[in-house]
């Protein structure tokens, strides 16, 4: 039974969720009916300092989603978690801090090799 | 997908300004539509998109589309994009991708970004085609990852090849709740049920024939009264609604699901078309604010056109119609009339009011409808 939780009581920020822990390729779509993936060229990238695999020229958003990752910002007041909402770059809900710059949509930005990417908290900062 | 190669002409430094008799902005179903027209009667358009391939959400679309075969019927969406992105290439139009028009100032000059540069656009005629965007409703702990737009999951599965969740709960049984619940389980995700707070499924009866076939329950007067979790969704809470949409009491139940889909309908993108001082009207059967126009898609604000959901939210259909209408009034006030740009306008229109006569676009119709019957003077107040 899931936690009922409809109190705005912040959460326990910066946790990583147990699903991130999954292999990174867990989320990839193998097998469809109708869709072909190209495979594409894997590239190793950091999420919070920790490797991981995406393909090169996906979204860093997808990479994450491929990876497990569900929380990709915490707000500046109520400390709640965040992920991509629209996925298609109109909403902002999916600002992170990539390779130190704060408010990268990661819906549309294109993953590369060696890319830090980082949970934005609050409205980010320039170094 | 993308067709062509990136327009260097337009990538000049930060103090030129690039003039261009016709400037498209947005490459999905209309603005592909609008290009193909423009170019075929002579008017080079300059076409730009803030994606890096052409076709807009046309691309996650798996489904054969319905209608007639002027527009694709029996053809997936993905497919779609790329008959009208080949159609494009055999023309003269310039493209300019990964580039947003970010706000349109006096003199009709668009700023434009692209990644590492702004571009200046003086555009003589503009269509926009910016599309519209996906809403949501309220209810606790709707912003917790996890309750994504329908729209969002299916670029996510079909695009990406991803999966965003592995149990789904689909709120929303009009024809976008309906089509993407069923790619979900294409995509090897189980969806737990589809909810409508509206007594009676609001999509097509085939599509909610197959989901039925595969044993997914469709509840109408259902809402979604919580999401449950704490860093990300961990359930839901969905209960029945009366007649007036009041949770009916002890009607409430669990389910357990970490994704929640909303399908609940979307919102024109009009901003541009606001910052270009086009009449506004408020028109809930178009889904909010969308710009007067007249029949052949200009606006109040003459050389502006609109074409697609950002003109009224319908579907790709209507707005590849509304994109061939467009292109060619707006081609045509560069060149002047034609028999050749008359056809194409006249055949656009005829087949816009046959979809809009149907029982499914009776709400597009009442919405042109309350438009048609506002006057098109530039009134905002």
């Known amino acids: ?127 | 997908m993308a067709v062509g190669s990136p327009d260097h002409s337009v990538t000049r430094p930060l103090d030129h300004l690039t003039t261009a008799s016709l400037v498209i902005v947005g490459g999905g179903p209309a603005g592909l539509s609008a290009a193909i027209a423009a170019a075929q009667l002579g008017v080079a358009p300059l076409l730009i998109d803030d994606n890096p391939a052409l076709g807009g959400q046309l691309i996650k679309q798996t489904h054969k589309f319905f209608g007639s075969r002027s527009l694709y019927c029996g053809t997936r969406g993905m497919d779609i994009a790329r008959i009208l992105c080949q159609q494009l290439s055999a023309t003269s139009a310039r493209l300019v991708l990964n580039a947003t028009a970010v706000g349109l100032y006096p003199g009709r000059v668009l700023a434009v970004v692209q990644p590492d540069r702004l571009l200046k656009l003086k555009a003589e005629r503009i269509v926009f085609a910016t599309g519209a965007a996906e809403n949501t409703i309220a209810f606790p702990n709707n912003d917790l990852p996890g309750v994504y737009g329908a729209g969002a999951v299916q670029t996510m599965m079909n695009v990406y090849g991803v999966r965003p969740g592995r149990r789904v709960l689909m709120v929303g049984a009009g024809n976008i709740g309906l089509i993407v619940s069923y790619q979900l389980i294409q995509a090897g995700i189980e969806v737990a049920c589809v909810i409508d707070v509206l007594p009676a499924i609001g999509g097509y009866h085939v599509h909610a024939a197959k989901l039925a076939r595969l044993g997914v329950p469709i509840l109408p007067s259902h809402t979604v009264v919580e999401a449950l979790g704490v860093e990300f969704v961990e359930g839901a809470v969905v209960a029945e609604v009366d007649r007036a949409f009041k949770v009916r009491p002890r009607t409430r139940r669990v389910l357990e699901v970490d994704t929640i889909c909303l399908a609940v309908g979307l919102s024109p993108l009009t901003e541009l078309l606001v910052q270009a001082d086009c009449r506004m009207v408020y028109v809930p059967e178009l889904g909010g604010n969308v710009a007067w126009h007249d029949a052949q898609m200009q606006t109040s604000v003459p050389g502006v056109y609109v074409a697609g959901d950002l003109s009224g939210i319908e579907e790709a259909s209507t707005a590849m119609l509304e994109g061939r209408l467009a292109g060619a009034a707006a081609a045509e006030s560069v060149k002047g009339s034609s028999a050749e740009s008359r056809v194409i306008i006249e055949q656009a229109q005829a087949e816009l009011g046959c979809i809009r006569k149907g029982p499914f676009g009776e709400k597009a119709a009442c919405g042109k409808g309350k438009l048609a019957a506002c006057a098109g003077a530039n009134t905002n107040t």
């Open chain 1, 1 to 127: 039974m899931p936690r009922r939780t409809s109190d705005r009581r912040p959460p326990t920020a910066h946790r990583s969720p147990p699903t991130a822990r999954r292999s990174p390729q867990g989320n990839r779509i193998t097998a469809h009916p109708i869709l072909t993936f190209a495979p594409g060229t894997e590239v190793e990238f950091s999420f919070e300092d920790e490797a991981l695999r995406g393909i090169e020229g996906e979204p860093i958003a997808a990479a994450l989603v491929a990876g497990g990752v569900k929380v990709f910002r915490v707000t500046e007041k109520m400390h709640r978690p965040r992920s991509f909402f629209c996925a298609v770059g109109k909403c902002s809900s999916c600002l992170m801090e990539v390779d130190g710059k704060p408010n990268v949509m990661v819906c549309m930005e294109p993953l590369k090799a060696g890319m830090k990417v980082r949970r934005q908290v609050g409205r980010g900062k320039l170094e």
